[in-house]
């Protein structure tokens, strides 16, 4: 894990030492273990890299780092299954001369081409120089785990871990006013419609799942995507029992591989299914003492308290808590937004800063977590009605088991005439969706009139999903999940830990897109595979609860608190300034909200002013 950049021009006195020390002194927070700089004799490439070391730890593993006299890569992150792809690579005659992934990715790239990436399990962000075909390759892991962001002006290419390092070398930081639109009024902190654009106009991120190559001769820059899931190839000859037997292998197996260190290892610990999960799988592989690391908010009604001791109770693990208060988030809010970037959607984030910061504090480097659970397995709630109107189309008797199922559960999603209607007339749901879309962003009257007027109509199209594997995919590769990615990645890099996430392992994914709906919610049951997975190796009671919960603090609190109301005011003032609020909106009175409410504009408007500012 580590912080990366890089800059390619035809101009040699762009690339230069003091420029890319520029770009890693911004990136130090990334990688405090280390720190290095390479520019080839024709001046035309330099690379920079922040290192912290977590396999390999000798001067071996230190980068840039070169092979065959040919390549040279800056590498940001972790390839789990190195060490069978190095196996393979010897085997093919290339040799080693450290223990690091880094240098079996080089290798790989030499053997295998950009199809490299198919071998890859693992999370990273990468760029190759090829000096031989004046070439650079660039890539970002499936799911977005690892950031990669760049600037192209037809002369220059720059690239970087974090835009804070685009901005030190004098890229302008201008904010994407329509992106901040879209923020205020429905919440969304990435562009469905379009993978790379980011809240600053000219700076891009590398899409998930893709590569780049850029032929500096021609100043030729193309982008692909090299890997995908089939959404509509369900295997229904498989039986629950075989589902169940093949998601506990691939999922154990990808724990495996995400335990392999040369520095300490922990867990977060949120004492919901997935952390426990986690921990429960570590524990059957290599029974210890870990350390896990929690949020606990006494007193609030969605604290996770007693199920965190139960859970450590049961493997005899050592617990650390942390518990964040109003007057933390004031005093730490500008320093993580500083680190964030782009808006985030609750105060969540906050807790989970401090979590990693405890972690690191505690002299863990490595932690594993259960992210990404909820959007491969159908965790949410809401994913109740897309299935059931799945089953109103082809199964109404399961249907009707599914749905007594679920009340006596004690599940209160809803389901009446609209969800019929959408389940039979799937044309006009995505029409009334659209239309609930544009309502809901005239409805924040606190918008400049000419800000409306200007970015009214480029809110993002709703695609209308018929079939549960379709809104899983859309969570997963297009909407949802790589926010919470780069939630986790920006707070635990600033503070020099890594997190690394089990449950995104590409061939556990590819096996779930494949099973049949019915194996994911069952008997009323959200995640029911995974539930039946883990039930025996869980305390009892937590395989099979249904009060999800989630990570989620007492927002709504603190924001009553009148020091967080100031600094809210505070930040209306500068969105006034910006042209983005109407002048009225700084009389209105504070809308405290619970963390992910749908109408969260108080809190959108604090995170936003603070950016801006």
């Known amino acids: 894990m580590c912080g990366i950049a890089g800059i390619i021009s035809g ?88 223990g690091s992934d880094t240098e079996v ?30 070439t650079l390759f660039a890539a970002r892991d499936r799911f977005g785990e690892k950031p990669f962001y760049y600037y192209f002006d037809g002369d220059q290419f720059v690239f970087a871990s974090e835009m804070k390092a685009l ?126 690391f929690s949020a606990i908010f006494p007193g609030f009604k969605k604290d996770e308290s007693a199920w965190i001791k139960k859970v450590t109770d049961h493997f005899s693990a050592q617990n650390y808590t942390v518990q964040p208060n109003a007057d933390e988030a004031i005093r730490d809010f500008e320093k993580i937004c ?62 009707q088991h599914e749905l007594g199922s679920a009340r006596r559960l004690g599940i209160a999603e809803p389901w009446g005439l609209k969800n019929k209607l959408a389940a039979a007339f799937p044309s006009y749901a995505g029409w009334y969706l659209r239309r609930q879309r544009a309502n809901q962003q005239l409805r924040v009257h ?34 949802g999940l790589e926010e919470l990615l780069r939630y986790a990645d920006r707070n635990s890099m600033a503070h020099g830990t890594e997190v690394r996430l089990p449950f995104l392992n590409h061939e556990l994914v590819k096996l779930l897109f494949s099973t049949p709906a019915c194996y994911k919610i069952k008997d009323g049951y959200t995640k029911w595979l995974q539930r039946k997975g883990m039930e025996d190796k869980l305390p009892a009671g937590l395989a099979w609860r249904t009060d999800k919960i989630g990570f989620e603090p007492p927002q709504q609190q603190w924001m009553n608190n009148q020091r967080l109301q100031e600094y809210i005011h505070e930040a209306k003032r500068i969105l006034v300034k910006h042209g983005m609020l109407k002048a009225q909106a700084l009389h209105k009175k504070i809308q405290p909200q619970e963390a992910h409410a749908a109408d969260n504009y108080d809190w959108r408007y604090l995170v936003a002013g603070q950016l801006l500012s």
């Not at 030190?168 to 879209?182: L, Y």
């Not at 919440?187 to 600053?200: D, I, L, R, S, V």
């Not at 029992?241 to 990808?254: K, P």
């Not at 009139?449 to 969570?475: M, P, R, W």
Request: glycine share 6%; charged share 20%.
């Open 338 to 399: 500083y680190h964030q970037e782009e808006p985030f959607q609750s105060a969540s984030v906050l807790a989970q800063y401090y979590v990693y910061e405890r972690a690191k504090q505690e002299g863990v480097t490595v932690l594993l977590d259960g992210q990404g659970a909820d959007e491969i397995l159908a965790g949410y709630h809401k994913y109740y009605h897309w299935y059931w109107q799945q089953l109103f189309r082809e199964n109404k008797n399961r249907l």
């Open 11 to 98: 101009e040699a006195e762009q690339v230069s030492v003091p420029r890319l020390q520029q770009m890693t002194g911004a990136l130090a927070h990334r990688g405090p273990d280390g720190e290095a700089h390479w520019i080839n004799e024709s001046s035309t490439i330099g690379f920079g890299h922040r290192r912290l070391a977590i396999i390999d730890l000798s001067a071996a593993g230190a980068q840039p780092m070169h092979y065959l006299g040919r390549y040279t890569i800056v590498h940001n992150g972790e390839i789990y299954n190195y060490i069978e792809i190095r196996e393979t690579l010897l085997q093919k005659g290339y040799s080693f001369y450290s």
């Open 446 to 479: 606190d918008l400049n009139t000419s800000f409306v007027k200007e970015y009214g109509e480029s809110y993002y199209d709703i695609a209308h999903f018929d079939e549960l594997n379709n809104i899983l995919y859309y969570n997963t590769f297009v909407n």
């Open 167 to 292: 901005w030190t070398i004098g890229i302008e930081k201008q904010f994407n006013e329509k992106m901040f639109f879209n923020y205020f009024t429905l919440g969304y902190t990435q562009n469905p419609a379009n993978g790379e654009e980011t809240f600053y106009n000219g700076i891009n991120k590398l899409p998930a799942r893709s590569f780049i190559l850029y032929h500096l001769p021609q100043q030729r820059l193309t982008r692909s995507l090299y890997w995908n899931v089939d959404v509509d190839f369900v295997d229904e000859s498989i039986t629950a029992e075989q589902a169940v037997e093949q998601f506990n292998h691939l999922f154990h197996q990808s724990v495996q591989r995400r335990l392999r260190s040369d520095v300490p290892i922990g867990t977060s610990l949120s004492g919901g299914l997935d952390s426990s999960c986690v921990l429960a799988s570590i524990q059957s592989m290599a029974p210890r003492q870990y350390k896990t």
């Open 105 to 134: 990715i080089m290798a790989a790239y030499d053997c295998y081409r950009s199809d490299c990436l198919q071998y890859f399990d693992g999370m990273f962000a990468f760029a190759i120089w090829d000096e031989q075909e004046q």
